[in-house]
């Protein structure tokens, strides 16, 4: 999940390969694209990579069972000719059965419910573990020793948890806090969307036919870009609004903001000035929860991909000492060590 790039960039390379700058305007990516999806296909979005990638073109088409989610499409195009190179399913491939793994244990319905409790005795574990860890007595430096236990798992327990449970405290927290929005909703400056809300926006279908097409959109955009384009959005049956995501320039050195080209509606009506949409990486919790300990690129990720594999160790440890006797007769307590319980 913190490789997530890199890992698909490993699995399939023709899809982050550097090919060439995007030449073409967007109604070609679009056409190209569509010369190779079925009939209920419609284009959601166009995402162009600023280093020089493939130009991806996300479809989607109604569930095949009333109140499913859409089903959506990504097609890889060469950002120089419009040629397509790859062609796959948004639901299918590896990472994304760890995504769906990940959020709700591939159990419909109930399945973000239960990694949500989950997340809440894991926050409850780690901060016991905290308090159990800390030393009664001697300077937080004897906590650190290895041998404040007799047997070997426990000191694997006590030393790998130290290095974890900070980090593991506050993804079980913002697990949580994913997975109950409503009850986290007070802390957020927008309010948490209901469960209805939130699969009606999933079920929105793309425009077939936008009064303005997509040339038309990007023209419109030019006055307010700071940069290349990045995302072109189609308008729904929900959203009447066909948006265009610029990068942002810097405000005193903090902006979350994305200055967006003004939307271009059913009619072709234009409002005078561009909207600025909110954080680019959604709301608070959706921020600190892929992205704790990773604040500094690329070293920030290994940083906290790097902390994920103690957490084996401090899972399996607990269970050997209880099933292999702890310390029983073959492993008799010694006298206490410095700093330990």
Known sequence: MVWHDWLDAKLEPQRHQPIGPAVLPPSAYAAAARAVLSQDDRITTIRFDADRGPVMVTASKPAPAAGGRPERTNVWLDPRDAQVIDRASASSGPLQVMHVLHGSLMVPGWGRTIVGWVGVFMLVSSLSGMWLWWPLSGSFATGLRWRRRNTLSANLHYLA???????????????????????????????????????????????????TNVDQAVAAANAFATGPLQVLAWPTDQKGGMENLLPAARRAGRNHGRPTAPPIREGGQTPPSPKTLGPPHGPLWQQRHPGMGAPSGRGGYFSLGGNSFPAPVVAVTPGTTFFGGGESKKNPPGPPLPGAF
Request: glycine fraction near 6%; charged fraction near 15%.
């Open 161 to 211: 948890g130290f290095w974890i449970m900070i980090p593991l405290a506050m993804l079980s927290f913002t697990g949580a806090w994913i997975s109950f929005p409503k009850v986290f909703g007070a802390f957020e400056t927008r309010p948490a969307p209901s469960a209805q809300a939130r699969a009606a926006s999933q079920r929105a279908r793309p425009l077939a036919r936008p009064t």
